[in-house]
């Protein structure tokens, strides 16, 4: 059974910098894509990063050059290291596959960028 346990949020001011885990149980996890999204109360939930199983991995625009997608398939942990965070990155963040399969969301972790 694949579940996904996220941690690591926090209040952090502009500019500062979080990393975020996603530890997965599960055998398949080493062989399969995951990525990390972000929800807005109110809107939907969007990818902001993906890394295939041999570690390639792309970004969503709004993050590209500040997040970093990195994993440990020893670990079966996912990482979102985030750096020089805006306000407009304040968000609940999850993991899932890519793409995501509802019966897997987990609670997420909350991230707030605010002076």
């Known amino acids: 059974q694949v579940q996904f346990v996220e941690s690591g949020g926090g209040l952090v001011q502009p500019g500062g910098s979080l990393r975020l885990s996603c530890a997965a149980s599960?055998?398949?996890?080493?062989?399969?894509?995951m990525g990390w999204y972000r929800q807005v109360p109110g809107k939907q939930r969007e990818l902001v990063a993906a890394?295939?199983?041999?570690?390639?991995?792309n970004y969503a625009v709004s993050v590209k050059g500040r997040f970093t997608i990195s994993r440990d398939n020893a670990m079966n942990t996912v990482y979102l290291q985030m750096n020089s965070l805006k306000p407009e990155d304040t968000a609940v963040y999850y993991c899932?596959?890519?793409?995501?399969?509802?019966?897997?969301w987990g609670q997420g972790t909350q991230v707030t960028v605010s002076s």
């Open positions: 899932n596959f890519p793409p995501p399969l509802s019966r897997y």
């Open positions: 599960g055998s398949i996890f080493s062989i399969s894509a």
């Open positions: 890394i295939t199983s041999g570690g390639r991995s």
